[in-house]
């Protein structure tokens, strides 16, 4: 999923939007996916499956993807990207008109 998530950094780099990741990999393979450019937004790193952060989101798999809109509301939980440009480009919309 590496591929698309750097294309919606790309597209909505101008936008009110911000990717952050949750990563288990070990430090040394995130940090190579970093220098490399695979990922380029901000991740941070729990120490597994089922660390804190992971846990305290209820993150079972992996990606899960969490949408919350320009007031700190979730508006989408789930590990599917059907309709997530939509969901997107409304959100952001709202964030501009607000």
Do not use: C
């Not at 936008?15 to 990999?25: C, K, S, Y």
């Amino acid at each position: 999923m590496f591929p698309y998530e750097r294309s919606l950094v790309e597209k909505w780099q101008d936008e009110p939007f911000a990717l952050i990741g949750v990563n288990t990999d070990p430090p040394q393979r995130l940090s190579k996916y970093v220098k490399n450019g695979t990922i380029t937004w901000r991740n941070f790193r729990d120490e597994k499956v089922g660390g804190p952060i992971s846990s305290r989101w209820d993150i079972v798999g992996w990606p899960t993807i969490y949408l919350l809109d320009h007031k700190g509301i979730i508006r989408h939980v789930g590990q599917a990207k059907e309709d997530l440009d939509k969901t997107l480009a409304r959100l952001i919309k709202e964030a501009k008109e607000d």
